[in-house]
């Protein structure tokens, strides 16, 4: 039994590799040889490791000889080492993946990534690319999110028209918040406090928000971890994909974007400019990037890919309690890195005068 | 072992020590004096970050809840410990064997893993703790609500208490077995009641070990992170070594803060490392040994029998029954879940783990690191602890010092030291640049409990080796290194222990060569697949426990009589 499941596994992959390298045009197979020749390559990840193992795993199935290392390392953290090991001209990452899009900004502006305009860069937008060096591998979107047994449909419905609603007295002390430096944690904040906004919502919004007294998490993954176990009923500090990720392995969550819901490009891909393997790098890039590396991405890890015209099938949208966000509010990279930190300051400080 | 035949081991070993253990500290110092910029150290030098750390309000005060919060743990685990190794130590209660072993079994988890099962456990609503007690008492009240809450400053010091217990345990036991009881005996024949031989006599001949091991605490509770950061930021406080941890992995990252707090802790610690030594130096001028260990009376416990039973059996279940079985609880899980059905149980992980070739070579890593770490530090740990001890010389004395100051240095800062000092070195990349960080790490350990196994062999009996013919060496080998089996064993297995469940230099110099199962413990974590992470962290539990049997058959050691003075049996 144990042997006929391995033939077919391997007699799948084996139909799976050939399909999938009689797509390629002449000059993929000729960059795939040269790949083929370097056989591996290392992957510094900074999104999180299982989804990108998948990920991984498929590309390895569909193109095989080209071996994948990751190397889990995250924002800020991944910048710092890359940059450490440039210095002393040790260099091992091919493929960087930043979730902190200005350290990839930095990393592009200081010349250590290479320039590489890959096949679908027309159907990139603007926002999700910086020039042909660095590309946005998947959006985020935040929203909040709920546990199923803890919130009823009307207090649902009410969340979903607009964040201020959070501040409804029923919902004090029912919540959660990160105050966490990181990209996610920081979009809703960012949109907050955006001057045009300063009527709506702005510091006063951010100081009510504390005054509801919700649970504070150092740890953003925590807030979510004790959405899921009904420890809190819902997080304001939530986004689609780490939801989704729950949602798959049958949690009691769900999600809703209330108005207007913020996006921004995640997950930045960059091939180094020391890469020691680059033809697999680029070569890997070239397919992370492409309709099947998207829509692999989006079946296996669930965010939206920023590739445009590709098929969405990412399994929740099919349900009927998914709405998708009608009000996209795309965040302003050049206020994003100057009032980061003084934003975030503001929000852990608000949180614990009132804690 | 004379001045001249030591000059040599001692200039190469202080060396070596100075290379491995010391140069990261001097990198961590010096990157106190640079200006930031968003992402990491600019050029030019500044004093911005020194003056910051050391004068402002904020740091300081983080400091004080640092050094506050320690210091209460350090009080609860004296009472706690010292009482469990007053029971066990000295009372006829029965079946010790396996209360010690069940008393040690925490050191087999990692903080981390222990604070994660502790959250499943007793959060208000989802806590098991909790569950279970509202299904109990609804029965009886309309809204029970919560019993139990981690979340809070008390939930800190509970957990943390929990892990440190333990250590002083150990220290403690290990003295009350290795004392002579003529003194107690004298006491109570002159009419003592139990109670007064202990606080007149017991515990005033063992102070000098619980005060080395309170010091130890102290220490290791100021530079933890992990378990105040997270549940310390609920709970509204926040202590030096989170700050440190933000200002080390936040954007915009402060590397100069972060360097300026990690000196501020060595300064701090390093006072702690000096009082430990001067109180296992002064422990020698007055605790009297028998050299057969405990021989006297056993106190009776009587009908303090079912309290000193109920002491043991609570800290049993807290330390080991109730997070061993929430972790396994959460490795067999999908997600998290305060009650327990059949539809969120799943043996993915497990499965998950034995079939990836990426843990299959965290694991065998890990093993290896354990093992060769352990035995380098055992062999320098004796080695520098001996010269210091029989050859006094200010070389000697200061190569000590030396090798102790890394425990003092919260381990994110000194891992980003060990890797400036790696970096241009060919080791970069490759697993051996993690043995000479976890050799840095716990080479303290090994000069610390080494140190206190020699100083119960008086060094007549190697020199009556010498006055016989016998070389230094020789009397070394023959005589003093086999009396100090124990002791030895004790070094082995606490870095095995420590070098498993290592984490903030591996996260910082791992490979894809060399992934360690700590750091992928991590990984999982801080993706947020805590079930999976659990798994690794009970497998990770059952390695220890398998290293630390196979090393004490191999030694015909126990652990508990070879920490504090009870090693040279």
């Not at chain 1, 949602?247 to 769900?254: E, H, K």
């Not at chain 2, 299904?135 to 929990?162: N, R, Y």
Request: positive net charge; hydrophobic residues 50%; contains cysteine.
């Amino acid at each position: 039994m144990r042997l006929t499941r391995t033939l077919l596994a391997a007699a799948a992959s084996l139909f799976l590799a050939s399909s999938a390298q009689a797509a390629l045009t002449p000059d993929e197979a000729k960059l795939y040889e040269a790949a083929k020749q370097e056989g591996t390559l290392t992957w510094y990840v900074g999104a999180p490791l299982e989804g990108m193992q998948a990920i991984a795993k498929v590309f390895q199935e569909k193109y095989p000889g080209v071996n994948i290392q990751m190397m889990r390392m995250v924002g800020v953290a991944q910048y710092q080492r890359f940059m450490d090991e440039t210095g002393a001209k040790k260099y091992i990452a091919d493929v960087l993946q930043n979730t902190d899009y200005p350290s990839m900004q930095s990393l592009v502006d200081d010349g250590h990534i290479l320039e590489n305009k890959v096949p679908t860069s027309d159907r990139i937008p603007p926002q999700f690319r910086i020039g042909n060096f660095a590309y946005s591998q998947y959006t985020s979107t935040n929203g909040i999110v709920y546990n199923v047994n803890k919130l009823t449909p009307d207090e649902v419905k009410l969340l979903e028209a607009d964040w201020k609603n959070v501040l409804d007295p029923r919902f004090k002390g029912r919540f959660s918040v990160s105050p966490m430096k990181c990209g996610v944690c920081y979009a809703p904040f960012h949109m907050f406090m955006d001057p045009k906004f300063k009527d709506r919502y702005g510091a006063d919004f951010i100081r009510k928000i504390a005054a509801q007294k919700p649970a504070v998490y150092s740890e953003v993954l925590v807030t979510l971890d004790r959405v899921v176990a009904g420890e809190q009923d819902f997080t304001i500090s939530g986004w689609e994909a780490s939801a989704a990720t729950k949602w798959i392995d049958g949690a009691p969550i769900r999600w809703i974007f209330p108005h207007p819901t913020p996006i921004f490009g995640n997950s930045w891909l960059g091939v180094s400019k020391y890469a020691p393997h680059p033809n697999a790098a680029k070569f890997f890039l070239d397919w992370l990037m492409s309709d099947d590396g998207q829509e692999t991405m989006q079946r296996v890890y669930g965010s939206q890919g920023t590739l445009q015209g590709i098929k969405d099938d990412r399994p929740y949208t099919k349900e009927s309690w998914y709405h998708a966000p009608v009000e996209l509010y795309q965040v302003d990279w050049k206020r994003w890195d100057a009032d980061y930190h003084k934003d975030m300051d503001f929000l852990a400080k608000s949180l614990k005068a009132e804690q | 072992m004379s001045a001249r035949s030591t000059s040599v081991p001692s200039w190469l070993l202080t060396a070596l020590v100075f290379g491995v253990a010391i140069l990261p500290l001097l990198f961590v110092i010096d990157a106190a004096f640079y200006r930031e910029t968003r992402v990491g150290l600019a050029t030019d030098r500044s004093w911005v970050a020194v003056i910051d750390v050391f004068t402002g309000a904020d740091y300081l005060r983080y400091l004080r809840n640092a050094l506050g919060l320690a210091g209460i743990v350090t009080a609860v685990s004296l009472v706690v410990g010292v009482g469990i190794a007053l029971i066990l130590g000295r009372s006829d209660i029965g079946h010790k064997r396996v209360w010690d072993a069940l008393i040690t079994l925490p050191l087999y988890l990692s903080p981390f893993a222990g604070l994660m099962a502790w959250i499943a456990l007793a959060s208000p609503k989802t806590g098991f703790i909790n569950t279970i007690i509202d299904a109990m008492a609804a029965v009886f009240i309309h809204e029970p609500g919560s019993i139990v809450d981690i979340w809070t400053f008390a939930g800190v010091v509970f957990v943390m208490t929990l892990f440190f217990c333990p250590l002083v345990y150990l220290f403690t036991v290990g003295s009350l077995r290795g004392m002579n009881t003529a003194l107690e005996e004298a006491a109570r024949i002159g009419g003592a009641t139990p109670l007064t031989t202990i606080m007149r006599i017991t515990l005033p001949m063992c102070l000098p070990s619980i005060v080395a091991s309170a010091l130890l605490v102290f220490i290791l509770g100021a530079e933890m992170y992990t378990i105040p950061g997270i549940i310390g930021s609920n709970a509204g406080f926040t202590t030096l070594p989170w700050r440190i941890f933000e200002d080390s992995t936040s954007v915009p990252v402060h590397r100069a803060h972060a360097a300026a707090a990690g000196t501020l802790l060595l300064l701090v610690t390093v006072l702690g490392v000096w009082l430990q030594g001067r109180a296992t130096r002064v422990s020698a001028k007055f605790v009297t040994l028998g050299g057969k260990g405990f021989n006297g009376r056993p106190l009776r416990l009587g009908r303090w029998r079912w309290a000193a039973w109920g002491l043991l059996a609570s800290y049993v279940l807290a330390a080991d029954i109730l997070p061993f079985g929430a972790l396994l609880m959460s490795s067999l899980m999908k997600f998290s879940a305060g009650t327990i059905s059949a539809e969120v149980l799943t043996f993915k992980h497990y499965l998950g783990f034995f079939t990836s070739e990426e843990m299959q070579i965290a694991l065998l890593n890990t093993v290896f690191l354990a093992v060769v770490t352990g035995v380098i530090c055992m062999a320098l740990g004796f080695m520098i602890s001996h010269m210091a001890l029989r050859n006094p010389t200010r070389l000697n004395r200061a190569l000590a010092f030396l090798a102790v100051l890394p425990v003092a240095v919260p381990g994110l800062v000194y891992g980003l030291g060990l890797v400036w000092t790696f970096l241009r070195t060919p080791l970069y990349g490759t697993i051996w640049v993690l043995l000479f960080a976890y050799v840095a790490k716990f080479l303290p350990y090994g000069v610390i409990v080494s140190r206190t196994g020699l100083m119960q062999v008086h060094p007549e009996l190697a020199e009556s080796a010498r006055m016989c013919g016998a070389t230094a060496r020789t009397a070394l080998a023959k005589i003093t290194a086999p009396l100090v089996k124990s002791t030895l064993a004790a070094v082995l297995f606490f870095v095995m222990l420590n070098a498993i469940k290592e984490l903030s230099a591996s996260v910082l110099l791992y490979s894809q060569d060399s992934e360690v199962l700590s750091v992928l413990t991590w990984h999982y974590m801080d993706s947020g697949d805590y079930q999976f992470a659990a798994a690794i962290g009970f497998i990770q539990t059952f390695i220890m426990l398998a290293v630390v049997f196979a090393a004490q058959r191999l030694f015909r050691v126990r652990l508990d009589r070879a920490f504090g003075h009870g090693g040279g049996r």
